[in-house]
């Protein structure tokens, strides 16, 4: 299979899976599971916080960040295309009483500071009280650069509010940018990391924070049913995929550009080469394809992508060039054979 719908779909290595069969474990909710606390201590160190939590998904850490923030009846400003806005069930709000303020992201992904200077509310009885900025890094595959988080920063500063990153794709950020992943870190108060991504674990997320924060975001795992018992198995294979599978992420962005300037080079599909930085390719396919017989014609061929007239393919650590190369001549193949 050659699956271009996410980097979700990666599997573990067997060197995972001899590390997850090898892990000790204890129950974590006692937190006596010596791989778990090994990955905690060692993440929060590299990532430069005080703490962090082992979570289930992206999902529950954004949340349990939300929710560590912010107490019922507070805000969060975030973008439209927030993640954590858009595509977590509305969680903050129906789990944790917590207000969304979303705001219109700019082409760039970022979020203006005017724009959410307005959106603070003021010290009123009328209006939820705004407590946290959070972003996201990547953003649609797009990196945010270094000095607009550092004016960012100094804006929550200035406002007095706390700042989240969810920081899914980070590492593809810190990739793209090629800093150290601290570079980034250093501006947030907590920081979300997804190791099931392009990473390749094959569950899990990280909450990086203060020791008071995290502490909290504990108590709320807990409360969400996501105090996890051996859960050493899956930080086994977290360990290595943070550990070795961070500098492979350069040939998924690398892929992903030979992937853009392929499909651009075929009538009818059209891609923003020079925006492709990281591991997302977004395609415009023009309407006089029937892009859904294409997708169902690829599958035949064990090629998975999600059709759609503006299509996003993701490259990650399952897919190689040569993978690519098959894709695009099957495809052209196919294109031909539709018509
Ligand atoms: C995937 C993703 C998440 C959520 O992660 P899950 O593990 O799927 O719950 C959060 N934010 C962003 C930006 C993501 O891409």
Known sequence: MIDFRSDTVTRPSLKMREAMSQAEVGDDVYGDD??????ELWSAKRH?????????????????ALMAHCQRGDEYLCGQQAHNYKFEGGGAAVLGSIQPQPIENEKDGSLCLTKLAQAIKPDDSHFARTKLVSIENTINGKVLPLHYLAELREFVNKHQLSLHLDGARVYNAATALNVDITEIAQYFDTMSVCLSKGLGAPIGSLLLGSTQVIKQARRWRKVLGGGMRQAGILCAAAKIALTENVEKLSIDHENAYYLAQQLNSITGFS?????????MVFVKVDSSIDINAVARALKTQDIIISPSQNMRLVTHLDISKTDIDIFISTLKYQLINIK
């Open 34 to 39: 010596p791989t778990v606390n090994e990955l």
């Open 271 to 279: 891609v923003n080469v020079e925006q492709v930085t990281t591991n």
């Open 48 to 64: 430069g916080f005080e703490a962090a939590l082992f979570c289930s998904s992206g999902t529950q850490a954004n949340l349990l």
